[in-house]
Every structure is written in C-alpha cells, then in structure tokens.
C-alpha cells in the first residue's frame, strides 16, 4: 500500500479558532486545537472502519498526570460536510470506491478555508482501509499534530509578547516568539529567568538558565536532571516555604534531536513542590550549547493545570522550541 507522502505536507501557513485570515482570501478555518473531524459514512462508522477511528486517535499523549486523547474526534457523515463543518481546522474524509486497486491519498491545505488541513483517504474496500489507517498511524496523527504546531508559530510569530522577547535576547542571546500573555516572575543573576501565562485555574511556566559547557557528559540524565534542580530550586511554591524540584519516581527520560539543524537534548518527566505545599504536573526541559558563549542553554517548560486539561497547555509551550533562533552560527558549531 502507499504511504503517506509528506512531500505533498509541507508547512502550513494558518490561524487559530476565530482569527483573521493570513492572506488567502479564505475565511479562516474554525474549531478547537486537536479537534478532528472524521466525514465517515454511518455503515463504515458503526462497524470495524469507525472503531479503528477510535482507538488510533484515542491514543494517550505520554507524559501527562491524567489520560487524554491524542486528537479529539468528532464525526460527520458526508451529507453533513458543509457550512462551519466544511471549513473545519483538520478534516479526514474517508471514501470506499470499489473502482480503486489501492488506498489513495490525498492531503489539502486551505482546500475550504485558510488554516485548514484536509486528508481524503479513498479505499477499495474497508479491510485495506483498517490496514492502511494502522500501518501509517503515527504519520495520520503526526500530519494534524504537525499543522497545529505550525498553526501555534504563525500566530506567536504575529503576536509576539515584546518585552519579555526582548528580555530573554538581552540575557541569554536567543530569540524565541513567546507569545502575549507571559509576564516576568523574576531572574537570579543573569543565568535564570522565569516567566509564565497564568490562566485563573493554571499555569504555563519557563525556566531559562544557563551554565558553563564542559563537556558532552552535562547532556547525559544525572547531570541535566543536576543543574534544573539547582535552578528551578528558585521557583517558589505559594506558601514562600517550598520550591519546585524534578520527579525522579517516574522519570524523567531525555532523548536527542534536530530541530532547525541544531542538537538539543529533549528531557520529558514530571515537576513537585518540595518542602510542604502540594502542587505538581508535566515538564519538558530542551538543553543546547550556545557556541558563542560556550555555555549550555536550557529551555524548561512546566505544566500546572489541576482541573481542565494538561494536553493543549503542554504542547503550547512545546511548540516554542521550534521558534527559537541563535545568532548565525558555523553548522559544525552546531555539533555537539
């Protein structure tokens, strides 16, 4: 069977729910963030098509306190693909034609409004369409998770929160398109800053240090987890008696990666307050080396939200990691 081919999925240039247009001349596409509308004839929904919908995009997103979906699925049935369903944010259309040979794909951007992502799968049959959805789940999910990331930096980018942009170029020499709404909750020195968007119920939260490079060894696990606690020791927890430190019961787990052509080291566990109050959640932490100044970057990012969901918020601040920008640098500084 074919496979998905994301040549055809390059970036996508788009908008959030109810935001003006980016140049188009569509209107903009509407629904929540990871929402997913799935257009399924009732004899397909109702069988084995509709419960391998379910069970690919009910998978969990890891690293949460609580279980939730990995994209919210909705479904229509095609007579009902019109009006504010049509210009949908992420659509997959789902057609049985005994006519094909093999599953076909088509992936549109703006193909009804400005921000859309609209996948058409059309089958022979439903059994090598059961296949072909597991065989490329990851890359089905990994599309709509890519387009809202994508969504995220375009309205960062154009909505940019200035002074705190601007503090964090002045103290660590990086650009990052944080967005408006993060205020300040103080530095120490000029290797920490702390900034957050508080919501009445959460928390989006982001430690910024850094610390002299001395060796491949201070990406390993003991090590990364060694210096945020030193630095996140400074974030106090709302009693004033208590500060926040890293999980190490579950996790936390680090990896390796590329992004923009730059290794950083991508640690994933969770946060508690130490010394009495009682407050925890999600964190993902991406450390580099600033060649510049030799020092290793850190970029930590935590999650308190209690009550209304954790997904949306932690990959809110995942999505900033894409956005960050060194000054130009030879690629060979970038190996680390």
């Not at 794909?105 to 799968?121: H, P, S, V």
């Not at 968007?197 to 060694?226: M, R, W």
């Not at 950083?264 to 508690?272: D, K, S, T």
């Amino acid at each position: 069977m074919k496979r998905i081919i994301f040549a055809l999925l390059v970036m996508i240039t788009t908008v959030g729910c109810n935001s003006s247009t980016l140049g188009t001349g569509q209107q903009a596409a509407g629904g929540a963030p990871y929402e997913l509308i799935a257009v399924v004839a009732q004899p397909q929904w109702e069988g084995a098509v509709g419960e391998t919908l379910k069970e690919i995009f009910s998978d969990p997103v890891m690293g949460l306190t609580e279980l939730q979906p990995r994209m919210d699925l909705m479904r229509v049935m095609p007579s009902a693909f019109e009006g504010f369903i049509k210009v949908h944010r992420n659509v997959l259309y789902i057609n049985i034609d005994p006519s094909k040979s093999e599953v076909e794909f088509t992936g549109k951007q703006n193909a009804y409004a400005d921000g859309q992502m609209l996948i058409l799968l059309t089958a022979p049959n439903e059994d090598e369409l059961i296949a072909y959805l597991w065989d490329n789940k990851e890359e089905l999910i990994g599309t709509y998770e890519r387009a809202e990331r994508n969504r995220a930096l375009r309205m960062n980018k154009r909505h940019k929160e200035g002074v705190m942009v601007d503090k964090i170029r002045d103290m660590f020499g990086f650009s990052i398109d944080l967005p408006r709404g993060y205020t300040s909750r103080g530095t120490s020195g000029d290797s920490l800053l702390v900034t957050s968007f508080e919501y009445p119920v959460a928390t989006q939260g982001i430690a910024i240090y850094s610390y002299p490079y001395e060796g491949k060894s201070d990406f390993e696990l003991e090590n990364l987890v060694a210096q945020r606690n030193n630095f996140v020791k400074n974030i106090p927890g709302p009693s004033g008696k208590s500060h926040m430190t890293t999980v190490r019961q579950y996790g936390p787990e680090v990896s390796y990666k590329r992004i923009g052509g730059r290794f950083w080291a991508e640690m994933r566990g969770f946060w508690n307050l130490e010394g009495g109050d009682f407050m925890g959640g999600p964190m993902v932490s991406w450390s580099t080396v600033d060649t510049k100044t030799n020092r290793v970057v850190c970029i930590d990012c935590y999650v308190y939200s209690p009550k209304h969901g954790q997904r949306d918020l932690l990959r809110g601040l995942e999505h900033l990691i894409y956005s960050v920008e060194f000054p130009e640098e030879k690629e060979d500084d970038k190996e680390q």
